[in-house]
């Protein structure tokens, strides 16, 4: 019966440990290589995507992030290294160059607990076969103890490593999906805005290569947490995520990750951006088509609850300005616990868009 559960365990080892091959096309990869040694960093960046496009491997996403820094764009550097070292933690080379890029951009980084430092000692993918290896040998363990009917401290040891590595695999889940929200400055800086709108006040500037824990997306704009505990928007283009969503969740370097193309954000100069919003507004009215009637009607609620209704109309007024007559409620249960009605007409120029009268009024009464 020994015999049997050690030639059992070692062929859990074999088969939860055995190496892998790279997947990705051999061409591309030596491609990309050629043109890295003969200096054509374009070339190399795409030629390096390109082999990425099926499966994601650490070697190949080092040599793109240093095909990036040599372009001069240590944002895209960064996510390039901290990407390798998710599927291969420690690896020197990549761990040297990730250092470099962070201290070239000056990029700023969230802090990290201890116990989220050892969660991420193993690549994802190993931790969660040293979790499912080590529950099947206690298993086994546990199961070899019960047949001989040995019921002592052994048999409880061994269900007590069932229960520690399942609860090992759950952290180590957990944990991936919490990094599945951090993000990577891959712009030369991320400006900081209270709201999701360049006319906002720009606030601090965040590097390339500074971490970012995304919060919320609206838009072209992500709702982050930044290093030092401060939150705000960012453009959604100016980062990318750590973890590339993939079709097996959880998983980074499976089979069919959607790589964002980093060509866009190193191959095209940055736009330089104007000292302030205001010299990018028209000093001259604009020319807008002619504004048609219009209904609209929208519904408010969860769960497929409505809570409240509104209704919009558009027209023009006899003296020839556009009107905006906007109304709206609380209906069903949410009206007998808080009634609201809010009725607002505003009036515009239709050339300029400018504003010339605003009457609002919103009623309330509470009912709990």
């Not at 090992?168 to 709201?195: D, F, L």
């Not at 209704?309 to 300005?321: I, K, L, M």
Request: charged share 20%.
């Amino acid at each position: 019966m020994r015999c049997g559960v050690l030639a059992i365990v070692w062929l859990l080892f074999a088969v939860l440990f055995s190496a892998r091959a790279f997947a990705g096309p051999d061409g591309d990869f030596a491609v990309a290589n050629r043109a890295y040694a003969e200096g054509d960093f374009p070339a190399a960046l795409r030629a390096y995507e390109r082999t990425l496009a099926g499966e994601l491997h650490a070697n190949a996403l080092y040599n793109l992030g240093n095909t990036c820094f040599r372009i001069g764009k240590p944002g895209p550097a960064a996510l390039c290294y901290e990407r390798a070292l998710v599927l291969q933690p420690h690896q020197p080379d990549a761990v040297a160059n990730l250092r470099l890029a962070r201290e070239k951009s000056g990029a700023r980084l969230l802090e990290q607990a201890w116990w989220e430092k050892a969660l991420t000692w193993f690549a994802p993918e190993t931790a969660t076969r040293i979790a499912i290896g080590a529950a099947w040998i206690f298993t086994l363990v546990a199961v070899s103890f019960a047949w001989r009917k040995k019921y002592g401290a052994a048999l409880l040891g061994s269900a007590f490593g069932v229960l520690i590595a399942a609860g090992y695999g759950g952290a180590i889940y957990w944990m991936t999906g919490e990094r599945g929200q951090i993000a990577i400055v891959i712009a030369e800086r991320a400006i900081v805005h209270p709201e999701p709108a360049e006319h906002s006040p720009a606030g601090e500037s965040l590097p390339g290569g500074s971490e970012v824990r995304v919060i919320g997306e609206s838009g072209e704009w992500v709702y982050c947490k930044l290093p030092g505990g401060q939150r705000g928007w960012v453009p959604a283009a100016s980062v990318d995520f750590l973890l590339p969503h993939t079709k097996a969740a959880g998983r980074i370097g499976a089979a069919g990750a959607e790589l964002q193309s980093l060509a866009s954000a190193v191959l095209v100069p940055a736009k330089p951006s104007s000292a302030d919003w205001r010299d990018e507004i028209w000093k001259k009215p604009g020319t807008f088509a002619t504004l048609r009637p219009a209904v609209f009607h929208y519904a408010f609620g969860w769960s497929g609850l409505t809570a409240a209704e509104a209704d919009a109309t558009t027209s023009f007024s006899p003296e020839g300005r556009c009107v905006l007559d906007f109304s709206a409620k609380t209906t069903g249960v949410v009206r007998t616990l808080w009634k609201m009605d809010a009725r607002a007409v505003s009036e515009c120029d239709p050339a300029t868009f400018r504003p010339v009268k605003l009457t609002q009024t919103e009623t309330y009464k509470k009912k709990t």
